[in-house]
T-cell receptor
Framework: QKEVEQDPGPLSVPEGAIVSLNCTYS??????FMWYRQYSRKGPELLMY????GNKEDGRFTAQVDKSSKYISLFIRDSQPSDSATYLC????????????????FGTGTSLTVIP | KAGVTQTPRYLIKTRGQQVTLSCSPI?????VSWYQQTPGQGLQFLFE???????NKGNFPGRFSGRQFSNSRSEMNVSTLELGDSALYLC????????????FGPGTRLLVL
């Protein structure tokens, strides 16, 4: 079983729609959760960063973490054609052993297309 | 503040050759990680450096190696290239030793013929 599972899509929505992207994970030690947006032939860009459970909102983007269900979501309101990209979830347990470094686990990404 | 930079951006090599990729982290960031991204496997962790020391290593063969310099810049080297090494190689930097999150560079796209 992979550490992080993410539906690859592709997902196609009309402009203005609410988009829901999701990831599930198996490691209960994960406590840092991130969403990245990656345009074609570019590096991932950090969109949202959340520590532990709860919601975080930034403009049209809302990240939700439900640690009890091991489930995280990213909602995009009023979606725009410029939101068309691949969205990657990422998570880590955190740096709890001095000197060991931290390791991040990524989903395979969901491809989103917003149609004008 | 400038972001993570990677050079070169594109590279074409033939099987058996070796290649060196370079990464300059965000100013002040001391942790640098390297990833390989392919359509089939997604992002796979190669290794992570902090203060010139490799702290963590992914499950890649010894042909993949890296180092970090005193100014936090990092290089990765792949020797005896194989066709399967064709990928986007991404570098990510973190501000703190504890690496709560990472910021990625644009990547180096390597094609092995």
């Amino acid at each position: 079983q992979k550490e992080v599972e993410q539906d690859p899509g592709p997902l196609s929505v009309p402009e203005g729609a609410i988009v829901s992207l999701n990831c599930t994970y198996s490691n209960s030690a994960f406590q840092y959760f991130m969403w990245y947006r990656q345009y074609s032939r570019k590096g991932p860009e950090l969109l949202m960063y959340t520590y532990s459970s709860g919601n975080k909102e930034d403009g049209r983007f809302t990240a939700q973490v439900d640690k009890s269900s091991k489930y995280i979501s990213l909602f995009i309101r009023d979606s725009q054609p410029s939101d068309s990209a691949t969205y990657l979830c990422a998570m880590s347990a955190g740096f709890y052993l001095l000197g060991s470094g931290n390791q991040f686990y990524f989903g395979t990404g969901t491809s989103l297309t917003v149609i004008p | 503040k400038a972001g993570v930079t990677q050079t070169p951006r594109y590279l074409i090599k033939t099987r058996g050759q070796q290649v060196t990729l370079s990464c300059s982290p965000i100013s002040g960031h001391r942790s640098v990680s390297w990833y390989q991204q392919t359509p089939g496997q997604g992002l796979q962790f190669l290794f992570e450096y902090f203060s010139e020391t490799q702290r963590n290593k992914g499950n890649f063969p010894g042909r993949f190696s890296g180092r970090q310099f005193s100014n936090s810049r990092s290089e990765m080297n792949v020797s005896t290239l194989e066709l399967g090494d064709s990928a986007l190689y991404l570098c990510a930097s973190s501000l703190r030793e504890t690496q709560e999150t990472q910021y990625f560079g644009p990547g180096t796209r390597l094609l092995v013929l």
